[in-house]
């Protein structure tokens, strides 16, 4: 249901109201929330999750200009308070961003927010900076700027100690 629901709000042709946005991604959060990553969790599995909560913040409430306190309380009802131990910001500039959805549209469709503006995008990005700058211990921030290969290099440099941290992986 989550999925169907995400999928007709991104649909490139559909004209959405912010506030209709904002919910919409909260109840899919819900759904997801409530029907996989609580049911996983409590069976001790690991969970990867692409977007979370973070995204609300920096999409709705940075991107659409809601109100902080609206937006803590609906990822709040949302999640019931579940926050990702570890979340990883893959930082790129807008420009850089913009050329690589423009490559990435020539071969797949697009969204609606692949539509919206740089200033926007802009929005967005800075939100989740300084969501990172909030909350270092949890959310570490992987440049993108580079080849793939740093990349993932970096990205495994944060991740393998984290998991051997909490026992999911030894050596």
Not at 29 to 37: E, K, N, S, T
């Amino acid at each position: 249901m989550g999925n169907r629901l995400r999928a007709a709000l991104l649909d490139a042709e559909e004209e959405v109201d912010p506030l209709t946005e904002l919910l919409v991604f909260a109840a899919d959060r819900a759904q997801h929330v409530r029907r996989v990553l609580r049911p996983a969790l409590e069976m001790g599995q690991v969970v990867f999750s692409d977007r979370y909560a973070d995204a609300t913040s920096a999409y709705q409430g940075a991107g659409r200009g809601f109100a902080p306190a609206l937006i803590s309380e609906i990822i709040e009802l949302a999640t019931e308070g579940l926050k990702p131990d570890l979340t990883l910001l893959f930082d790129l500039s807008v420009d850089d961003s913009t050329t690589r959805t423009r490559r990435r549209l020539h071969t797949q469709p697009g969204d609606r927010l692949d539509s919206e503006n740089a200033e926007f995008h802009e929005r967005v990005r800075q939100a989740y900076l300084q969501l990172a700058e909030a909350e270092p211990g949890r959310i570490k921030v992987v440049k993108t700027n580079q080849p793939l290969e740093l990349t993932h290099e970096r990205v495994k440099e944060i991740v393998l100690p984290f998991l051997r941290s909490r026992g999911h992986i030894c050596g």
